[in-house]
């Protein structure tokens, strides 16, 4: 498990119960497919009140809001500039390859 999973998951109380393993499974592709593409990773993920963990990254003026949700999808909104570009819910195979076309929009 990544270090910055194992991290978001010493915040998990009661106000923040833990999530699931789908959820964390995601999480890990997720950070998986950020190193591999080797950008700085400006967020880090945080433990929800619905079980989900989310994350905010930022490359160049792009912002990616990203949630790793219980039913096993992302739920995603993505910002260049603060307007709202794309937004929605894939599972994640899906999603990593949406976040992959936006970031080639943002860093080409």
Same mark, same amino acid.
């Given at each position: 498990?990544? =270090?910055?999973?194992?991290?978001? %998951? ?6 923040? =119960?833990? =999530? ?9 592709? %997720? ?15 945080? =433990?929800?009140? !619905?079980?989900?963990?989310?994350? %905010? /990254? !930022?490359?160049?003026? /792009? ?25 929605? !819910? ?19």
């Amino acid at each position: 498990m990544h =270090p910055e999973i194992e991290a978001a %998951l010493t915040i998990v109380s009661k106000k923040y =119960p833990a =999530p699931n393993a789908i959820t964390l499974q995601n999480a890990e592709k %997720l950070l998986n497919y950020i190193e591999d593409i080797n950008l700085e990773r400006t967020g880090k993920f945080v =433990p929800t009140a !619905s079980q989900s963990l989310y994350m %905010l /990254w !930022s490359v160049e003026d /792009w912002e990616f809001h990203m949630e790793c949700i219980k039913n096993g999808r992302i739920l995603y909104t993505f910002r260049k500039g603060g307007n709202e570009e794309a937004s929605g !819910s894939y599972p994640v195979d899906k999603f990593i390859a949406q976040l992959e076309r936006y970031l080639l929009i943002g860093v080409a």
